[in-house]
């Protein structure tokens, strides 16, 4: 993903596009985090064996499907806008049948046939190998639903379609569900508890990846620190396994180093970082590895020890200075980047500052900042009365951002002068002259073509630079094509 600075992380849409001969045509669309952009791959790779091709027309649709994000309300109101969309092509295509998926679909459940009438299907995230048979009841002119929370599925037996792929970065998914319970959080209900995929059929999938010409991967879970392979079944249920099971148990470090090593001249991330589950040795591996990129994203969330209480998230401001001096040490030239939240209830102009406080310590990269949005069902919504204004959220989180935005200069400034290795991925956006790739900090540099292709490692001199892009000129390949 490319590295922005806005509070649309999770609201951003793509439409996705496969290749295949398939008769019936899908259209499906995606809201949200990388994990459902990650799943509607998934989605399209189930539906490829059912005859489905994909379509970027909604008119030429036989199925719609939307990939819903519940995060914030601001997301789903989105989505209820495309589904009024939907809907209004539908008057004119009266066969198009219209799904909704993912965390919307799992927290509104039948609601959405009920109260909105909008929809033909709907379902969670674990319940996508039902599609087929789900299809058959609408096909028959029923409504389907399965909403159904899995203890198991991780979709490691399925190979995704690669879908709008440049070709050259993936995704690919380690866990699913999160169990941490952050109190202003909604994912833990959407997506269940917390599991791992094995670790085989991981390095299969990266292998396979590698073999088709992709270069760079990212890791995905909700809390990749967290993995625990033990032969399968919830994280929680990891003291029930047997002896034989814990001793040859893969934890995240352990996972880290398998995939590195299956593929030494593949490029490895990983996406999100939880502070209170992130431990030395994945630390220590990042460094013994030069494939794997040297960036964390590392929410916190807030700098007050008050607030990171009430929002449930386990570790203090200190301990969360101490991760970050143990990363500057083990890994000198690491980007780390945070999401923040502003106006959570209770929180005080005290409590702000001790944000911004905390933001100057660390000088992130970059960030991902967001005004509190109570979502129903979660603790917060439950105990806490959402008390901070919606003026003083929206000034607190345009200071942040403010401030933000002077570090992410800072950061860049940092890497001119410098020849960093670059992984080319697609031309640049403002001129077709030029490639836009990242750097290992993650970070977007945008250099002339000259004959330079995608997919192929640079070494780039860094001359200039704005707060989110590095600019500069090729002075070679790097050895690692
Ligand atoms: N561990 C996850 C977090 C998912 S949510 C991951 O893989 O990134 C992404 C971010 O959205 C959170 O870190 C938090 O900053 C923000 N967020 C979550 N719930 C929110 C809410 N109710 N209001 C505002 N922002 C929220
Ligand atoms: Fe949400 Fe906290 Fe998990 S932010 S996804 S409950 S780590």
Not at 218 to 238: A, C, H, I, P, R
Request: glycine share 6%; proline share 3%.
């Amino acid at each position: 993903m490319e590295k922005i600075i806005d509070e649309n992380k999770q609201g951003e849409s793509l439409i996705l596009q496969a290749k295949s001969e398939n008769s019936r045509k899908l259209y499906i669309e995606s809201y949200g985090c990388q994990m459902n952009f990650s799943d509607s791959e998934i989605v399209a790779s189930i539906l490829e064996k059912e005859g489905f091709n994909t379509t970027q027309n909604l008119e030429d649709a036989d199925l719609v499907l939307v990939n819903t994000c519940s995060i914030r309300e601001k997301a789903e109101q989105t989505v209820r806008k495309r589904l009024e969309k939907y809907n209004a092509v539908k008057k004119i295509n009266p066969g198009m049948k219209i799904g909704v998926l993912g965390c919307m679909a799992e927290r509104l459940k039948s609601k959405f046939l009920e109260e909105e009438k909008m929809v033909d299907m709907v379902v969670g995230p674990d319940a996508y190998k039902d599609l087929p048979n789900l299809l058959t009841e609408v096909d028959e002119g029923r409504n389907a639903v399965n909403v159904i929370l899995s203890k198991d599925e991780t979709y490691g037996d399925i190979s995704p379609v690669r879908l709008e792929s440049n070709g050259v970065t993936a995704f690919v998914s380690i866990t699913r569900g999160c169990d941490n319970m952050c109190t202003f959080c909604v994912v833990p209900f959407t997506r269940g508890r917390e599991r791992s995929r094995d670790p085989q059929s991981i390095v299969a999938e990266i292998n396979e990846l590698w073999e088709k010409g992709f270069k760079e991967v990212t890791l995905l879970g909700q809390n990749v620190d967290s993995y625990l392979w033990y032969g399968g079944g919830l994280k929680k249920d990891f003291d029930k396994a047997s002896d034989m099971q814990k001793a040859t148990a893969v934890n995240f470090s352990q996972l880290l180093e398998l995939c590195a090593m299956a593929q030494p001249k593949m490029r490895f991330r990983f996406s999100t970082s939880n502070p209170q589950d992130m431990t030395l040795d994945v630390i220590e591996t990042m460094a013994k590895y030069d494939n794997i990129c040297n960036y964390i994203h590392l929410p916190v969330q807030s700098g007050s020890n008050k607030i990171l209480k009430a929002m449930n998230r386990q570790h203090t401001r200190q301990e969360y200075f101490e991760l970050i001096e143990s990363i500057r040490k083990i890994i000198p030239d690491c980007a780390i980047s945070q999401d923040m939240i502003t106006g959570f209830p209770t929180e005080t102009e005290e409590d702000h500052q001790l944000t911004l406080s905390l933001m100057e310590y660390v000088k992130y990269d970059f960030g991902f900042m967001f005004a509190y949005s109570e979502r129903p069902g979660t603790l917060a919504e439950r105990k806490l009365e959402d008390d901070v204004p919606i003026d003083v959220k929206k000034r607190r989180l345009s200071e942040i951002i403010q401030l933000q935005l002077e570090h992410s200069l800072y950061r860049t400034k940092q890497h001119v002068g410098k020849i960093e290795e670059v992984l080319i991925e697609k031309p640049s956006k403002k001129s077709d002259a030029h490639w836009s790739g990242r750097n290992s900090q993650n970070t977007v540099v945008v250099f002339p073509k000259e004959d330079y292709k995608v997919g192929e490692f640079v070494m780039v001199k860094i001359n200039d630079c704005t707060s989110a892009t590095l600019i500069g000129e090729a002075v070679g390949y790097s050895e690692n094509n």
